[in-house]
């Protein structure tokens, strides 16, 4: 039974950082392509990062949105079967509950088979 669960969210204050986390079981996450996306109140989820397979043509290659790029890092530790969401200098309108998910195949451009439950993420002072 596939499951991911997200963890790390809370409050934090304009230019901080925090650190999500996205436990995986049920599926080794170094064959699939993993991301997050994030919605905020009242508006649609959105996309945030993803990273592909290391087995993929792309070779483990990251993508962002560019409201994150220089920001945010995505990573994974195949090992630990976790995904990672570094996120600096934090403004308020990255205030939103974070979602992990797991892509179909090797690359992003699959489509999304699961989903986390979310991890709040507030920035505010």
């Known amino acids: 039974q596939v499951q991911l669960v997200e963890s790390g969210g809370g409050l934090v204050q304009p230019g901080g950082s925090l650190r999500l986390s996205c436990a995986a079981s049920?599926?080794?996450?170094?064959?699939?392509?993993m991301g997050w996306y994030r919605q905020a109140p009242g508006k649609q989820r959105e996309f945030v990062a993803a990273v592909a397979s290391g087995f993929s043509t792309n070779g483990g290659r990251t993508n962002y949105a560019d409201s994150v790029k220089g920001r945010f890092t995505i990573s994974r530790d195949n090992a630990g079967n976790t995904v990672y969401l570094q996120m600096n200098s934090l403004k308020s309108e990255d205030t939103a509950v974070y979602y992990c998910?797991?892509?179909?195949?090797?690359?992003?451009?699959?489509?999304?088979?699961?989903w986390g439950q979310g991890t709040q993420v507030t920035v505010s002072s």
């Open positions: 998910n797991k892509f179909r195949y090797r690359d992003w451009t699959s489509s999304i088979d699961y």
């Open positions: 049920g599926f080794r996450i170094s064959s699939y392509a």
